[in-house]
């Protein structure tokens, strides 16, 4: 590549223009409509069987079997009805149409030749192909016109840099193979850097391939005339009815008058989607150069109902059958609030909860406002949680931050007597955050996510253990990656820790216990911990879980289920040199729904030498 020479090259273009032959002959088939009128002779084909074939490399075998004239005609049902004289002609036309089929993919001297046997009934063709060498590229040259090459050369950066990169990611330099197909991607790709880059009319003043064949050589020579660089002017919402103007604005990530970039549109209309307001959402922008300094930009939404109420029945080896009912009001009591109520009913587990969300405001940032009162049963105990929580959260593409006051009581009793073993709740000022880059939300093959959750806080104990300051810290890692073709891995990484005195009464909600289908398969739901003396179950201060997890489709015929084999270890303890992990393996299956992957395994635990069953499954409708 070489350095902008604007003024010139539309002339360059034209002298070019003018010296070279066309490098790529257009290919069409004969028309049927042509075919037909062909003047037919005395002898019919109906009597005698034709045979083609082609020897070439496979993969232009491929090529001329598709789209050669002669190999299309033999290979449809009504051959027989083919004047003979119309199929000699297309046999004497094969050679001259392969080559021009070959030099497509950059083989510019190909020796193309057909033989053929007549036994009386069947009439063998053979068509011989020796392509030669591949053609490649000796020279590309991009140059560029317009506002763009003119911001470049007065020194400015962002232009220089766009200018630089569209020559860096040339995706045919010299040394690369040319073809056709190549030949038009790159020029798309150019086209489409600059477009996204605000450049919205971007196109091609002239592009030429000049074919030097004795060499097998191509020079590239192209000019862009970028067109105006387009500005972000006033932003219009149409289609709204409970939502105000103002929480839509809330989610742009850009200003008037900055350059109107393709992903900060596709950015914006992510985060759109992602607010639970709307069914759809889309954002038109029709490219005026006569607006470019300040484009308008249409946003066009279809709210979702202003109160939705679903039900939910699921299971899970977890907690067991539960029944799910929830209710969504996007404008509570007519503020720009979003109110969630839940109400979940199983076997060993009920909770009840609302949520208060805030329309998007500027930031973008969302206040929010929650109550919830659960109880669950768990390794022998009756464990009953309260919590009311303040806070905002803020969400990016990939990261998820979520900052809030929270007040929680968790009281423990003994199933078998009604005991209460603890009763103690706490004040805490917590941080969540969640960072994702992952090739699928819900069933990902590739990636990463990793969550941090941060707590410091004072708990008030009613038992004999002391009130006082308390911190805590959980994360989590998750690996997702391929291994060759259709195998798949998943691992996973959890280490946390509550840091306080260890006489510090701390509710047990905020403790650790593990064990479960997410967990350590092989053992019951929270079922791995310490005890006390008296041998009921109590959280653990520190905690540390891993998984590695081999999958692969099981069937051809339907590559949603896979089979798995997997290997889990972990524990939780009062500090870290009581740790001793538990180990838990097993096989599973894996249905990979479009809501998500559902999950059957069958584990043995090492610790507890029984076998279990853990599945997760649940139908909303």
């Given at each position: 590549?070489?350095?902008?020479?604007r003024?010139?090259?539309?002339?360059?273009?034209a002298?070019?223009?003018?010296?070279?032959?066309?490098?790529?002959?257009?290919v069409?088939?004969?028309p049927a409509?042509?075919?037909a009128?062909?003047p037919?002779?005395?002898?019919?084909?109906?009597?005698?069987?034709?045979?083609?074939?082609?020897?070439a490399?496979a993969?232009?075998?491929?090529?001329?079997?598709?789209?050669?004239d002669?190999s299309r005609?033999?290979?449809?049902?009504?051959?027989?009805?083919?004047?003979?004289?119309?199929l000699?002609?297309?046999?004497?036309?094969?050679p001259?149409?392969a080559?021009a089929?070959?030099?497509?993919?950059?083989?510019?001297n190909?020796r193309?030749?057909?033989?053929?046997?007549?036994?009386?009934?069947?009439i063998?063709?053979?068509?011989?192909?020796?392509?030669?060498?591949?053609?490649r590229?000796?020279?590309?040259?991009?140059?560029?016109?317009?506002?763009?090459?003119?911001a470049?050369?007065?020194?400015?950066?962002a232009?220089?840099?766009l200018?630089?990169?569209?020559?860096?990611?040339?995706?045919?330099p010299?040394?690369?193979?040319?073809?056709?197909?190549?030949?038009s991607?790159?020029k798309?790709?150019?086209?489409?850097?600059?477009?996204?880059?605000?450049?919205?009319?971007?196109?091609?003043?002239?592009?030429?391939?000049?074919?030097h064949?004795?060499?097998?050589?191509a020079?590239?020579?192209?000019?862009a005339?970028?067109?105006?660089?387009?500005?972000?002017?006033d932003?219009?919402?149409?289609?709204?009815?409970?939502?105000?103007?103002?929480?839509?604005?809330?989610l742009?990530?850009f200003?008037?008058?900055?350059?109107?970039?393709e992903?900060?549109?596709?950015?914006?209309q992510?985060?759109?989607?992602?607010?639970?307001?709307?069914?759809?959402?889309?954002i038109?922008?029709e490219?005026?150069?006569?607006?470019?300094?300040?484009?308008?930009?249409?946003?066009?939404?279809?709210?979702?109902?202003?109160?939705?109420a679903?039900?939910?029945?699921g299971v899970?080896?977890?907690?067991g059958?539960?029944?799910?009912?929830?209710?969504v009001?996007?404008?509570?009591?007519?503020?720009p609030?979003?109110?969630?109520?839940?109400?979940?009913?199983?076997?060993?587990?009920?909770q009840a909860?609302?949520?208060?969300?805030?329309?998007?405001?500027?930031?973008?940032?969302?206040?929010l406002v929650?109550?919830?009162i659960?109880?669950?049963?768990?390794?022998?105990?009756?464990?009953t949680?309260?919590r009311?929580?303040m806070?905002?959260?803020?969400?990016?593409?990939r990261l998820e931050?979520?900052?809030?006051?929270?007040w929680?009581?968790?009281?423990?009793?003994?199933?078998?007597?009604g005991?209460?073993?603890?009763?103690?709740?706490?004040?805490?000022g917590?941080?969540?955050?969640?960072?994702?880059?992952?090739?699928?939300?819900?069933l990902?093959?590739?990636?990463?996510?990793?969550?941090?959750?941060?707590?410091?806080?004072?708990?008030?104990?009613?038992t004999?253990?002391?009130?006082?300051?308390?911190?805590?810290?959980?994360?989590?890692?998750?690996?997702?990656?391929?291994?060759?073709?259709?195998?798949?891995?998943?691992s996973?990484?959890q280490?946390?820790?509550?840091?306080s005195?260890?006489?510090?009464?701390v509710?047990?909600?905020?403790?650790?216990?593990?064990?479960?289908?997410?967990?350590?398969?092989?053992?019951?739901?929270?079922?791995?911990g310490?005890?006390?003396?008296?041998?009921t179950?109590?959280?653990?201060?520190?905690?540390?879980?891993?998984s590695v997890?081999?999958?692969?489709?099981?069937?051809?015929?339907m590559?949603?289920?896979?089979?798995?084999?997997?290997?889990?270890a972990?524990?939780a303890?009062?500090?870290?040199r009581?740790?001793?992990a538990?180990?838990?393996?097993?096989?599973?299956?894996r249905?990979?729904?479009?809501?998500?992957?559902l999950?059957?395994?069958?584990?043995?635990?090492?610790?507890?030498?029984?076998?279990?069953?853990?599945?997760?499954?649940?139908?909303?409708?």
């Open positions: 590549m070489t350095g902008p020479r003024r010139t090259a539309p002339l360059l273009l002298v070019l223009a003018a010296t070279t032959t066309p490098v790529m002959a257009q069409a088939a004969q409509a042509q075919a009128s062909a037919e002779d005395d002898t019919d084909a109906r009597d005698v069987t034709w045979t083609l074939d082609i020897d490399p993969e232009l075998r491929t090529l001329l079997a598709r789209y050669l002669l005609y033999l290979a449809t049902p009504d051959t027989a009805r083919v004047p003979r004289n119309e000699m002609r297309l046999r004497q036309a094969a001259a149409q080559r089929l070959l030099e497509t993919q950059g083989y510019f190909a193309v030749s057909t033989q053929a046997r007549d036994d009386g009934s069947v063998a063709l053979r068509l011989l192909v020796e392509p030669g060498p591949l053609a590229v000796r020279q590309a040259r991009l140059e560029f016109e317009g506002p763009l090459s003119i470049a050369e007065q020194g400015d950066p232009a220089m840099a200018v630089e990169r569209a020559r860096q990611h040339w995706s045919l010299a040394g690369e193979a040319y073809t056709q197909d190549r030949w991607s790159a798309g790709e150019v086209l489409a850097l600059l477009r996204a880059e605000g450049y919205a009319t971007a196109g091609w003043s002239g592009t030429v391939a000049q074919m064949t004795i060499e097998n050589r020079v590239l020579f192209l000019v005339d970028s067109g105006p660089l387009y500005r972000f002017g932003v219009q919402v149409v289609g709204l009815a409970h939502v105000d103007a103002d929480s839509v604005r809330a742009q990530t200003s008037t008058g900055q350059p109107l970039r992903q900060a549109l596709l950015d914006y992510d985060r759109l989607v992602k607010s639970a307001l709307f069914d759809s959402v889309a038109e922008m490219p005026d150069p006569a607006l470019a300094d300040a484009m308008p930009v249409v946003v066009k939404v279809r709210e979702r109902s202003l109160q939705q679903t039900l939910g029945l899970s080896d977890n907690t059958p539960r029944v799910t009912l929830e209710h009001h996007q404008r509570f009591l007519g503020w609030w979003q109110a969630k109520s839940k109400l979940q009913l199983g076997r060993t587990d009920q909860s609302i949520d208060l969300t805030s329309h998007p405001l500027p930031g973008p940032y969302r206040n929650s109550a919830s659960g109880q669950t049963d768990a390794s022998g105990l009756e464990v949680t309260q009311a929580r806070g905002r959260s803020k969400d990016d593409e931050r979520l900052y809030y006051l929270e929680q009581r968790s009281r423990t009793r003994q199933l078998d007597n005991l209460t073993v603890d009763d103690t709740s706490a004040v805490s917590n941080y969540q955050w969640i960072w994702r880059q992952l090739d699928h939300p819900l990902p093959t590739k990636g990463l996510s990793l969550s941090l959750d941060t707590a410091l806080g004072r708990s008030y104990a009613t004999a253990q002391r009130s006082g300051v308390f911190g805590r810290i959980n994360g989590r890692l998750t690996h997702y990656a391929t291994l060759g073709q259709n195998w798949y891995t998943t996973r990484l280490v946390g820790q509550v840091l005195a260890a006489d510090v009464a509710p047990y909600s905020l403790l650790f216990r593990t064990g479960g289908d997410d967990t350590v398969r092989g053992y019951a739901y929270q079922s791995l310490p005890s006390n003396a008296a041998g179950a109590v959280g653990g201060r520190v905690t540390a879980v891993g997890e081999l999958a692969r489709p099981i069937l051809r015929s590559p949603a289920l896979w089979g798995a084999v997997f290997i889990d972990g524990n303890a009062p500090d870290w009581s740790l001793d538990a180990l838990g393996y097993g096989v599973g299956l249905w990979r729904s479009p809501v998500g992957a999950r059957m395994d069958v584990a043995y635990g090492q610790q507890v030498h029984q076998v279990r069953l853990h599945f997760s499954v649940g139908i909303t409708f």
